[in-house]
C-alpha cells in the first residue's frame, strides 16, 4: 500500500531555472512533511520539512507548499545549481513512522 | 558532530549464508531505526528502536531477520539464511525524538549483493 507517491522518476532543468518536484499521498493522518536528498553512495539527508497545519515554508532556494484538500505536496527549488543534482524523496510522518515515495532523479543541466 | 555510522559499507555474499550489519548512531540520539531500500524504490522500515527496546517491529521478517540493540546505542542487523531477494541497500537511521516532525539522519547504507 503506497501511501506516498512521486509520479515522476525524472526531472531535467536548466542551471538557473526552477525545478519543481511533486508528491501525493493517501492518508489524511499524516502530520509532517519531509524531502530528503540523496547522493550516489550515500545516505539520504533532510532538507526541509513542512507541518500539516502549514501551507508553506521556505528555507533560502528551498521552498514546500502543502495542499491539503488535494493531498498533495510540491517542492520548489529556485534558482537551480549544479549540486541540486540528486535524488529526491518526499516523505510523511505519523504515528513515529515516516513513509517515502519513490523518489525522483533531478539532473541540473549546464 | 560525527553522523551515523555504517558498516561494512558493500557485501557480497551467496544465498543461504548468513550477514551483519552494523550501525551507530549519532551521539545521544534514543531512536534508530533500520530501513530497507530496493532500487528504485524508497527507505520501508524494518524496525524501529527506542534506546535498548524495539517498539515498532512489525515489518521485520522475523524468520530470517534478527536486529540487537543490547545497550541502547550501537545496533546490529542479522539475516540469516540471506536469499537472493535480501539484494538491496541496508540504511541505518538515528533521530533525537524532539517534539514535532522526527527529522532522521542517515548513514551511508550497506549495499548486500546476495549471489
Known amino acids: 500500500d503506497q501511501q506516498v507517491k512521486q509520479n515522476s522518476p525524472s526531472l531535467s532543468v536548466q542551471e538557473g531555472r526552477i525545478s519543481i518536484l511533486n508528491c501525493d499521498y493517501t492518508?489524511?493522518?499524516?502530520?509532517?512533511f519531509l524531502w530528503y536528498k540523496k547522493y550516489p553512495a550515500e545516505g539520504p539527508t533532510f532538507l526541509i520539512s513542512?507541518?500539516?497545519?502549514?501551507d508553506k515554508n521556505e528555507d533560502g532556494r528551498f521552498t514546500v507548499f502543502l495542499n491539503k484538500s488535494a493531498k498533495h505536496l510540491s517542492l520548489h527549488i529556485v534558482p537551480s545549481q549544479p549540486g541540486d543534482s540528486a535524488v529526491y524523496f518526499c516523505?510523511?510522518?505519523?504515528?513515529?513512522?515516516?513513509?517515502f515515495g519513490a523518489g525522483t532523479t533531478v539532473t541540473v543541466r549546464a | 558532530e560525527a553522523g551515523v555510522v555504517q558498516s561494512p559499507r558493500y557485501k557480497i555474499i551467496e544465498k543461504k549464508q548468513p550477514v551483519a550489519f552494523w550501525c551507530n548512531p549519532i551521539?545521544?540520539?534514543?531512536?534508530l531505526y533500520w530501513y530497507l531500500q530496493n532500487l528504485g524504490q524508497g527507505p520501508e522500515l524494518l524496525i524501529r528502536y527506542e534506546n535498548e527496546e524495539a517498539v515498532d517491529d512489525s515489518q521485520l521478517p522475523k524468520d530470517r531477520f534478527s536486529a540487537e540493540r543490547l545497550k541502547g546505542v550501537d545496533s546490529t542487523l542479522k539475516i540469516q539464511p540471506a536469499e537472493l531477494g535480501d539484494s538491496a541497500v541496508y540504511l541505518c537511521?538515528?533521530?533525537?525524538?524532539?517534539?514535532?516532525?522526527?527529522?532522521?539522519?542517515f548513514g551511508p547504507g550497506t549495499r548486500l549483493t546476495v549471489l
Open positions: 492518508n489524511s493522518m499524516f502530520d509532517y
Open positions: 537511521a538515528s533521530s533525537a525524538r524532539t517534539s514535532g516532525a522526527d527529522t532522521q539522519y
Open positions: 513542512i507541518s500539516s497545519i502549514k
Open positions: 551521539s545521544g540520539h534514543n531512536t
Open positions: 516523505a510523511a510522518y505519523n504515528d513515529y513512522k515516516l513513509s
